[in-house]
């Protein structure tokens, strides 16, 4: 302060007048060869600092401005950069680079109009500019994603509107409308992480960036943490109360949390037909929301199966891993419904991906139970040769192959057509196998356990049925077949 004091005495008692322009026009120009000096090594902060010294002694002067806006754009201050360039134009129209510069900086805002307007400016200067006829294509083309995007959104093709945003961002790597549009479209797809990091990265920038809010509370919203959404929505609300998606995101978060907690709670309470009813109300709310209306889907499908509806709970249980393939939940709750209606060979399946993503003993032993019953329904079903119960007892398991051997002995069909006689014989030896499984307290607890009949000398290859007929009725001879007419038959027993 002091020396500023001094020199300010200095100059009143030398010189009166203003200061010579000409010296602040030398000076200023020194300061810009510094700057310029700093900015070939790129070092954009101190090339800033000389530029806006250069602007101080001569604030008239077009070129420092459009130096300094370089400069910012080297820097990414892309709205900085455009009021210097802006200004640049504002002292000198035929300033070629200051319109150039204020068509990269509008461009790189996302506003590819207002580029495209600079930069017929700089070409009706310079009509063979290259530079000018590179920056107007890119700014068209901009123009045209931006099209595409609009009109894929509506048709919720939101991969491609990524791909038209990607292309887009390019040429216009500042536009936060560019970047919010993507990430939305990307957490549409469950894409959530880098939904996420592009919200995260613009919030860092401005945090009362209402659109970021709002992105980061839907990411969470599709991922089930709806609480959390739910503060996201409310904070973006207060940064722009007018805002359409945060309002229905926010109002759509609390209805499906309180009829999800509702379903829940009727549940609980067994009052599975209100549950079912508040499920499917949940469903109805937001379609979009992959990972909880799989939830509601699977729950729905646990409702079912103890309403004993397993077929609509096997459809629920497929329609929750139809959106979330990863929900070893609803995988879990099929296969148990696969099970239950005896179809093992997709309880096998079901078992078999929960088993690879998550390899417990508690998995293991679903699996290996399944692959059993699978096994054992792909042998002759005896109890149901015998016309019998599994949980038969000895004198039903008699009276049943008494009945059936009766029924297909092929003496009784010795009249029928050679086709008809073939088909009694092969239903007379499985009847005669069926009884010598089931009457037999070892071998039907192999057969029951689904182990093999073939181990331990039970090879069922070698068995006769007429010898276990004959057994069962009494030895040789103790019966015959004796018509009494037409297709009637009675029984002699000697």
Known sequence: ??????????????EPELPDEEGAKR??????EQGNAYYAKKDYNEAYNY????????PKNASYYGNRAATLMMLGRFREALGDAQQSVRLDDSFVRGHLREGKCHLSLGNAMAACRSFQRALELDHKNAQAQQEFKNA??????????????????FRKVVFCMDRALE???????????????????????????VASDILRMDSTNADALYVRGLCLYYEDCIEKAVQFFVQALRMAPDHEKACVACRNAKALKAKKEDGNKAF???NYKLAYELY???LGIDPNNIKTNAKLYCNRGTVNSKLRKLDDAIEDCTSAVKLDDTYIKAYLRRAQCYMDTEQYEEAVRDYEKVYQTEK??????LLKNAQMELKKSQRKDYYKILGVDKNASEDEIKKAYRKRALMHHPDRHSGASAEVQKEEEKKFKEVGEAFTILSDPKKKTRYDSGQDLDEEGMNMGDFDANNIFKAFFGGPGGFSFEASGPGNFFFQFG
């Open 1 to 14: 302060m002091a020396a500023t004091a001094e020199c300010d005495v200095v100059m009143a008692a030398t």
């Open 27 to 32: 000076e200023a120009e020194s300061f810009k």
């Open 51 to 58: 530029y806006t010294k250069a602007i101080d002694m001569c």
């Open 140 to 157: 068209n083309a901009v123009i045209e994603y931006e099209k595409i995007a609009e009109t894929d959104f509506e048709k919720r093709d």
């Open 171 to 197: 040429f216009a790597p500042a536009c936060h409308r560019f970047k919010i549009l993507k990430a939305e479209c990307l957490a549409m797809l469950g894409r959530y992480p880098e939904a996420q990091s």
């Open 268 to 270: 609980k309470e067994g």
């Open 280 to 282: 499917t109300e949940a």
């Open 360 to 365: 417990t003993k508690e998995h293991k032993q």
